[in-house]
């Protein structure tokens, strides 16, 4: 009975990338449809023992984060964070290629969500890029890779997935620790291969363009900072502090000065200063990931109880040389990203192999935890994915969006074979 609930819970992922695909079906809906005959109709549990599997720390994070955030991006804070930092670098044209990808970091940084961050940049990077001669493929890069980055601290909303992702798969005392590792690592390559396109399609030699002067902060929008900074901060220093300090009182205040809780207390905060209309924050939510995490999330717990994550497990250990282990996790990781959102959907279902794995081949689990998520984070790119369709449709010009998912294409081909090279040649375990 096991064997045939992992076989349709396998199937079951395939059907749902192929329906979201196909006809736009929310993965995480067929996720559920798929979980409830694995679990109930071919394992025997109970519906409410089904429903138990669903992520409520993942999803409650991802809701917390979103909905405090959501006021910056209401209002319009976000868009003018972005206005101001462009508009600082109007005179000198060589730098635009990175001033698209450091908006789009800073704005994840400050817990703009990644469909928010690369439509801003993608509105921006492609009027301003485009009218100066940067090449559609490095504004491509900078707006997806830019933002996604940013989104992955800790406190933002995919570093909160990868975060308590790696604490609910057996490390929890270092899962902060890996995911700033997971960090270093994305960015490290990221920026490389941004160098390299911004080499190779000249980014330096661009022509004048020309910036409107963007409005002053308005008396919103520094609100709207202050409580960004108030409640970012209060998760970062306590724990630096503990670095150099020891007290009982610096520990509970670290404990306490939790990002999903602190947003809830934001959001009210917000919403009592009103920074922004609550109905329209509360809208502003991405409830479509939101299923589609809690979804397919489920649908991985089914499938962890009835073995697959032994099953794997023992078939790379005995198939897979221990070489080509980080390589072959890269290669799933960036296929499976290739039709769907990245790190929420893929880094959940490909992270418990990670413990088993480590104990039969000796490898550290933060590498492979790396391995997985570059893959997952390049393809994210791919025109099929979330944030790639998102850049698409976001590009003003229209022959530039017709030549788009090629370039798409080989952004994601091309970043994954060069993460899987970094794999295979050991680079990843420097992380």
């Known amino acids: 009975m096991s064997s045939t609930a992992i ?20 993965m995480g809906v067929t996720g559920l449809a798929i979980a409830w005959i694995a679990g109930c109709i071919v394992m025997g549990l109970k519906v409410k023992d089904v429903v138990a599997l669903w992520p409520n720390s993942v999803v409650f994070q991802l809701m917390s984060i979103t909905l405090f955030f959501g006021f910056a991006v209401v209002n319009g804070t976000m868009q003018a964070i972005a206005d101001h930092l462009l508009y600082k670098v109007r005179n000198q044209t060589w730098l635009i290629a990175f001033a698209i990808f450091f908006i789009g970091f800073i704005l994840g940084t400050l817990g703009c969500p990644p469909p928010a961050a690369n439509a801003i940049c993608a509105v921006i990077g492609f009027s301003v890029g485009l009218s100066a001669g940067l090449h559609p493929i490095i504004i491509a890069w900078g707006v997806c890779m ?72 308005s008396p919103v929008h520094k609100k709207s900072l202050v409580m960004i900074f108030i409640v970012v901060g209060l998760v970062i220093v306590p724990s630096l502090l503990k670095l150099f300090i020891q007290a009982e009182w610096l520990d509970t205040l670290s404990r306490c000065a939790d990002i999903q809780m602190l947003g809830m207390v934001g959001f009210v905060i917000c919403s009592l200063m009103k920074l922004a209309d609550e109905k329209a924050v509360i809208r502003s939510v991405p409830w479509n990931t939101i299923i589609l995490v809690g979804g397919i999330g489920l649908l991985m717990n089914v499938a962890t109880q009835a073995g697959v994550v032994d099953l794997l497990s023992s078939w790379m250990s005995a198939t897979v040389p221990t070489f080509a282990i980080t390589a072959f996790l890269c290669l799933l990781g960036g296929f499976l990203s290739f039709f769907s959102g990245g790190i929420n959907t893929v880094f959940p279902m490909l992270a418990p192999l990670v413990a088993g794995l480590a104990s039969s081949t000796g490898i550290k689990p933060v590498t492979m935890f790396i391995a997985i998520l570059l893959g997952a984070c390049f393809t994210a790119i791919s025109p099929f994915s979330t944030g790639g369709a998102i850049l698409m449709s976001n590009c003003s010009d229209d022959k530039t969006r017709a030549k788009l998912p090629a370039m798409q294409l080989a952004l994601a081909v091309g970043s994954l074979v060069f993460a899987i090279i970094l794999c295979l040649v050991g680079v990843i375990n420097i992380f």
């Open 7 to 26: 076989i349709i819970c396998l199937i079951g992922i395939a059907l749902a990338i192929a329906l979201n695909y196909k006809f736009g079906v929310n």
């Open 146 to 217: 830019g933002a996604n980055l940013g989104c992955c601290l800790p406190w933002a909303s995919q570093g909160s997935v990868v975060n308590n992702t790696i604490a609910s798969n057996g490390y929890e005392a270092e899962s902060y620790g890996m995911t700033l590792e997971f960090l270093l690592a994305y960015f490290v390559v990221t920026f490389v291969i941004l160098i390299i396109l911004y080499v190779v399609f000249k980014g330096h030699k661009l022509g004048e363009v020309v910036v409107k002067e963007p409005e002053p902060f």
